[in-house]
């Protein structure tokens, strides 16, 4: 694809019916039927992959893209995946999650030689069960995965009717950490990442999520990152339907505003969209809703600006005095390095969002026609029904005063 926005469902136009997945920022593989077997084919290749506009990064992806291609296919359907290698060393994919013979299972080594630069193996099993699962290597895995090798599957259930849903989501989370000026992530860090991306994308090049009101929406991730993420959308309760283990029963299910999402794990959850608006959807780790961050910064909040600034104007003549008030970014102008993004960014109809990383926006509309996945805009609020500024009151609102200590030990 010549584009980094979500592509339109990929109907079927053979084997069994579904309906398709959209992907974050994504697109689904197509297939070929041959005989009774669905068949795919991924290339392993570097890739570049713009994480927002103003920043590329150099990665291993599949198809021209990091994370790869959707694979969607239905419950009984017999899949056979040809697996390209174009990247300068050798590699396999493993199918996490799912139910598949030994050999097939993608550990290099283990279960199979591994796949040498410019060579092509073929993957063939039964997808048995419905469910969302993923792919990434079982090949020198550490520097592979990341560099961005990694993608969905999403296996339909045979019967339309189970757990049928009128909108699906489905993105893959990854982090990385890419040094400002540069253009390849430092695959041995393991805890100091700076880009925190669904489907390698960071906030605001992050598609929303376009909704009609009243439909049942599924959203499927995965978390193929180095760290758990819990993922929280505002406006709503929603139940955890699904993991990479298999769907949960019904009675199994409770109500959530937040899901924590585990290393190496799979969560799916349905909300209905009866509540019309733009509602912010994201990690719940504050520093995972930024970009380009640093770790290593003084905290100079109540720190006199005047006299931080004149001292920092003696050492650098140039430099800015930040972070005396906060770090409120969005009225701020200052040239930065090449290829990075500013820690937060984005703007609403109100003014700045102030986010980045793992943040978009579900939109719910009412009248969205069925495949109309286009970004609606902003939401036009009925009066009446936006906060807004009023005088201070006359009276102080109360405090917490002081309280005896004489019950503390020291």
């Known amino acids: 694809m010549d584009k980094v926005v979500m592509q339109p469902p990929l109907h079927p136009i053979s084997g069994p019916d579904y309906r398709p997945v959209v992907t974050l920022n994504g697109w689904s593989l197509p297939f070929r039927m041959n005989g009774d077997w669905k068949e795919f084919h991924l290339v392993a290749e570097p890739v570049v992959r713009e994480f927002a506009e103003g920043m590329k990064v150099n990665l291993w992806g599949y198809n021209g893209q990091s994370p790869g291609p959707t694979i969607e296919a239905v419950e009984g ?48 099993f039964e997808m048995k069960k419905s469910g969302t699962f993923m792919y990434h290597p079982h090949s020198d895995e550490m520097v592979q995965m990341a ?13 339309l009717n189970f757990r049928a849903a009128d909108r699906d989501f489905v993105f893959v989370m990854s982090t990385y950490r890419v040094d400002p000026g540069t253009y390849l992530p430092k695959v041995n860090e393991m805890t100091d990442f700076n880009m925190w991306t669904w489907n390698a994308r960071v906030f605001p090049g992050i598609d929303p999520l376009p909704v009609r ?69 994201h990690c719940h780790k504050s ?31 140039d430099g800015m005095a930040m972070g005396s008030t906060g770090m409120a970014m969005g009225n701020m102008e200052m040239p930065a390095p090449d290829n990075t993004l500013p820690m937060m960014s984005g703007t609403g109809q109100f003014g700045p969002i102030e986010m980045g990383g793992m943040f978009t926006v579900m939109k719910i509309r009412e009248g969205l026609a069925r495949d109309d996945y286009r970004d609606p805009g902003p939401y036009q609020f009925p009066q009446g029904t936006v906060a807004y500024e009023v005088e201070a009151p006359d009276a102080a609102p109360l ?12």
């Open 399 to 410: 405090r917490e005063q002081g309280r005896p200590s004489h019950k503390m030990k020291m």
């Open 287 to 317: 520093h995972h809703t930024m970009n380009a961050m640093g770790h290593d910064m003084r905290n100079l909040i109540g720190v006199s600006r005047k006299d931080l600034a004149k001292a920092v104007g003696k050492l650098a003549p």
């Open 77 to 124: 359907d017999k899949v056979r995946i040809f697996v390209t290698n174009k990247l300068p060393e050798y590699t396999t994919v493993h199918w996490h999650g799912m139910i598949i013979p030994s050999g097939m299972d993608g550990v290099g080594g283990l279960t199979q030689p591994h796949i040498q630069p410019g060579r092509t193996f073929v993957y063939e």
């Open 147 to 159: 560099m961005g090798m990694m993608g969905m599957v999403v296996v339909h259930p045979r019967d």
């Open 213 to 281: 009101l009243g439909d049942k929406v599924r959203v499927r991730i995965g978390n193929l990152s180095m760290t758990n993420h819990p993922i929280h959308l505002h406006g709503h309760s929603f139940a955890v339907t699904c993991t990479d283990g298999g769907w949960i029963p019904e009675s199994a299910q409770y109500p959530e505003t937040t899901t924590d999402v585990p290393v190496g794990a799979v969560r799916v959850f349905d909300v209905l969209a009866d509540n019309p608006g733009d509602w912010a959807f």
